[in-house]
């Protein structure tokens, strides 16, 4: 895949300032190994996918990165900080939303500002602004129940981008909404990442949402899991949302990465 | 809880209050209190004396009897008020009165209808497990998956060949849940009859007991009674755990 | 629909009424008193204001007995579910206690503090304490994990976390515990008057129950399931409103 190749080339050529490192980083749970000795740059401003089958250990390396786990050996760096535990440069976003029920969308969405100990009225106001941009002006004093699982996700959305974090952190963020609720939030998180100088480091089991989404995917193959491949797609990234599904070098990535994986299906 | 990175078990603290109860009865801090080794050797001697094993197995009789009859009656009841709904809107209100409704106070009226003696007991022990029997066997039938009785229509089943192949199967764990729980109220339900009633089982010794300051036969008795409630409740909780393992997955 | 229940409730009551109106006719005991002998007994109680000196005495060491068993029952239910040594320590206690017959207390409860107030406070509290605490600790332990993983990856404090996430989250199992306290608190102080001494409602049923003045005694018994079956709907239904919506929310539905 000449596509790929260049991408590396490049990407060597303009030594890229990496905001996350991971450095031999091992975990293990008892007697199993999730994480052997895994190692991955993360560059800034970009959107990286750790892609892989069940089981491979990309959400442990997720919540590692956020500092929810302490790795057995390695170590994560955070603009050459090591991480010890969650820290303000990084906000997490979560798979099935965790939303407290019992507080509205507004208070949920400043609630890591309120835990920050920012006051009231001020932080009220930043949520406000961050309910209207991911579109859910109106709701702010909604409950969770009331929202479909879309919104609650944007309002999980929202919440991470309120403590105006620099790393965003997306453990499979839209695998419980529907299929096409899925396919306007790619579109979304496109533009967000263009339009936010954030560095977004997001987990999939989805190919397609894989290559869609990322400048850069990382392949993890399990028991211990690995870095097995980098893939940097790169050639149809500035042809509009809407053309990229039906790139030949969509496709071909596409391919080639289930073929890679397939054997791991059980 | 882990000490040196050893799992202590469960109900291993239980020790140290036995040792809690040795120490201040040891020193003598109050009358009632005596020494848990002093206890169990009474318990020891009191165990084959014929006052208790009356007083045992005519607290046995009124609770086998009572949950035996709470069973009978609550089981069908519960499932027919599943199945049907004129019954089940008739009778729900009173089976949520019941349940929640202080019991004891009707132990006054049993006394005066059925006199001082076993059959207000038996009637108490069954007034107390009966309510929930009745509602969880309800709740099982109503939760049955739509589909698996369905598919009993579709192979030609009998209505006695789903009852009994089906609906009573597919409740199953919720009936046992509510048999526990009931099993568990029928134990107070026993105690309380026999302490208001106190001519019978355990309530005459312990009559006989406290009138002669008798601390640690009154402690001895007292063991026996929580260990057999306890012991009879984590049994049901195994036998229920036996039959959840499907429960999750109809 | 609604038409239909509430019709079918008016029917089922006057078909349990009535045969208890019937069977008071035949009679079936002479110490079964109809339906409407019972009512206008009740009726007495209420105009002559016998019902509320002996509510007054009855609710007494009820409300005090609820009132410290829900202090230390929730204070020790949060501990118990925060901490492993408490919960190693005073779980097993609570576990017996919830599945033993408490009530066989009672006679060492008289012999050690009398067959006053502090009796009758003692006898609610030990029938209300164990489901309070057990169902405290368990909501606590049971917090879901990834509310609080979401509290800590928001750079939560402990104190945050105990306060703004396991607290909340655990309130509406921790008050349905307070119901059932209550309920089994109800239980104890009929217990303690009709065991320790008659005072209050139990004195009305034990007083009539002696001068065979049976519709009377139906009265007070009537009456005291009553209140305690509509407070505890009354609770139920203040719960509904309270925790609204507080139980779903998470990802499945």
């Known amino acids: 895949m000449p596509q790929t190749r260049d991408a590396a080339a490049l990407h060597q050529a303009h030594d890229v300032d990496y905001a996350v490192t991971a450095h031999k980083v091992s975990k293990n749970y008892g007697d199993v190994e999730a994480l052997k000795d895994l190692s991955l740059e993360f560059p800034r401003g970009q959107l990286t996918t750790l892609l892989g089958p069940s089981g491979c250990g990309k959400t442990t390396l997720l919540k590692i990165i956020a500092g929810l786990l302490a790795p057995n050996s390695g170590e994560i760096q955070v603009d050459r900080k090591t991480v010890t535990g969650p820290g303000p440069d990084r906000a997490f976003v979560f798979q099935d939303f965790a939303l407290l029920p019992w507080a509205s969308v507004i208070r949920n969405v400043a609630f890591g500002l309120e835990l920050r100990g920012v006051a009231k009225s001020e932080r009220e106001g930043i949520a406000e602004k961050y309910i209207q941009d991911v579109g859910l002006g109106g709701f702010e004093n909604s409950f969770p129940h009331e929202l479909s699982g879309g919104m609650r996700q944007r309002v999980g959305l929202a919440r991470a981008l309120a403590v105006d974090a620099r790393v965003l952190l997306m453990d499979e963020p839209f695998s419980a909404v529907d299929e096409q609720t899925r396919r306007k939030f790619q579109e979304d998180l496109l533009s967000l990442v263009q339009h936010e100088n954030k560095t977004f480091i997001f987990v999939t089991h989805s190919i397609e949402e894989a290559v869609y989404v990322s400048d850069q995917i990382a392949i993890l193959l399990p028991r211990p899991s690995r870095v097995s491949e980098i893939i940097r797609p790169s050639g149809f990234r500035n042809r509009g949302s809407e053309n990229i599904r039906r790139d030949p070098e969509y496709l071909d990535i596409v391919d080639r990465i289930w073929s890679s994986l397939r054997s791991y299906v059980e | ?250 | 629909m609604r038409g239909r229940s509430l019709y079918l409730k008016l029917l089922s009551a006057v078909i349990v009424f009535g045969a208890w109106e019937t069977a008071g006719r035949i009679p079936v005991s002479y110490a079964f008193p109809t339906f409407f002998e019972s009512m206008s007994a009740l009726a007495t109680l209420f105009l002559d204001g016998t019902i509320f000196t002996a509510y007054a005495e009855t609710l007494k060491p009820l409300v005090v007995g609820v009132a410290i068993s829900a202090v230390l029952g929730i204070g020790l239910g949060l501990w118990i579910g925060l901490s492993e040594k408490f919960d190693w320590l005073f779980s097993p206690i609570f576990v017996v206690m919830q599945s033993a017959p408490l009530a066989a207390l009672i006679p060492l409860l008289v012999m050690a503090y009398g067959i006053g107030l502090t009796s009758k406070v003692f006898v609610v509290c030990i029938m209300a304490m164990p489901v309070i605490v057990l169902n405290t600790s368990g909501a606590v332990r049971n917090t879901p994990s990834v509310l609080k993983e979401m509290g800590r990856a928001f750079l939560g404090t402990d104190r945050d976390l105990i306060l703004k996430i396991v607290i909340p989250a655990a309130s509406p199992i921790i008050f349905a515990g307070l119901r059932l306290g209550i309920s089994a608190g109800f239980i104890g102080a009929i217990l303690a008057e009709l065991k320790i001494t008659p005072t209050g409602v139990g004195d009305i049923i034990t007083y009539s129950r002696s001068i065979a003045d049976y519709p009377r005694m139906y009265a007070a018994i009537f009456s005291i399931i009553v209140l305690a079956v509509l407070f505890l709907n009354l609770l139920e239904k203040v719960e509904q409103v309270l925790f609204k919506g507080n139980q779903r929310g998470y990802a499945s539905d």
């Open chain 2, 1 to 250: 809880m882990t000490v040196f990175g050893r799992r202590l078990p469960g109900m291993s603290s239980l020790i140290l209050w036995g040792l809690l109860w040795e120490v201040v009865g040891r020193l003598g801090v109050t009358f009632f209190i005596p020494p848990l080794s002093e206890v169990l050797v009474t318990l020891f001697a009191t165990i084959g004396t014929p006052a208790f094993t009356k007083a045992l197995s005519e607290t046995a009789y009124a609770f086998t009897m009572g949950v035996t009859s709470a069973i009978v009656i609550g089981v069908p009841v519960g499932i027919l008020m599943g199945k049907n709904r004129l019954l089940d809107e008739l009778l729900l209100p009173w089976v949520n009165i019941f349940l929640s409704a202080p019991l004891t106070a009707l132990v006054p009226v049993l006394m005066v209808l059925f006199g001082f003696g076993m059959k207000s007991i038996i009637i108490t022990t069954t007034l107390f497990a009966i309510w929930i029997i009745i509602l969880n066997s309800r709740a099982g039938v109503m939760q049955i998956n739509r589909s698996l009785i369905e598919m009993a229509h579709s192979f030609g089943a009998s209505p006695i060949d789903a009852f009994v192949k089906i609906y009573f199967w597919a409740a199953l764990p919720e009936i046992l849940g509510g048999v526990r729980i009931g099993v568990i109220r029928a134990v107070k339900g026993v105690i309380i009859g026999q302490l208001l009633i106190s001519i019978v089982g355990f309530g005459a010794l312990f009559e006989l007991y406290s009138a002669n300051f008798l601390m640690s036969h009154f402690w001895a008795v007292l063991i026996v009674l929580f260990a057999l409630a306890f012991t009879i409740s984590e049994f049901l909780a195994f036998l229920e755990r036996r039959v959840a393992y499907y429960a999750a997955k109809r």
